[in-house]
């Protein structure tokens, strides 16, 4: 029996988030996402604190930059020194194309940066590709710890 795969999709655009999530879905059957708005959500679903308290551990987080409350740059500061989260995969999906940008996340330990093409047409192929390398051919952790 094929474990479900957990994708904690962090984006304060209710559009993309729908999009992703459905994209995802389509491509690999047994993805089950879950969807936050911000930052301080993000954390709260990773330790199980609060309304989360009954929260999966993801195999993937996806995680915008530009958010209200707690940016994704302080998710992935966070993500990344906590030694109970730092072996999750990270994958920074943003607008942003700046090259300082890009650098600046893979020094604070993403794993993966993908620019947000503008485009609908762009912009599946694109998660279809996050999911087809994440899901496909990259091990990623399973199962406790």
Not at 58 to 70: E, G, S, V, Y
Not at 91 to 99: L, Y
Not at 132 to 141: H, I, K, P, R
Request: aromatic share 8%; glycine share 8%; charged share 20%.
């Amino acid at each position: 029996m094929k474990i479900a795969t957990e994708v904690l999709l962090v984006d304060d655009n209710p559009g993309d988030t729908e999009l992703t999530a459905d994209l995802l879905s389509r491509n690999d059957p047994g993805v089950h996402t879950h969807c936050v708005t911000n930052g301080v959500d993000a954390m709260a679903f990773l330790r199980c604190e609060g309304k989360y308290s009954g929260a999966v551990r993801p195999h993937l987080i996806m995680l915008d930059l530009n958010m209200p409350r707690k940016d994704g740059w302080a998710v992935l500061v966070d993500v990344k020194s906590d030694g109970a989260l730092k072996m999750i995969p990270l994958v920074v999906f943003s607008t942003s194309q700046d090259r300082a940008d890009i650098a600046r996340c893979y020094e604070l330990g993403a794993n993966c940066y993908v620019s947000k093409p503008a485009n609908l047409d762009g912009y599946t192929s694109t998660v279809t590709g996050i999911s087809n390398y994440w899901f496909g051919f990259a091990s990623l952790m399973r199962g406790e710890g």
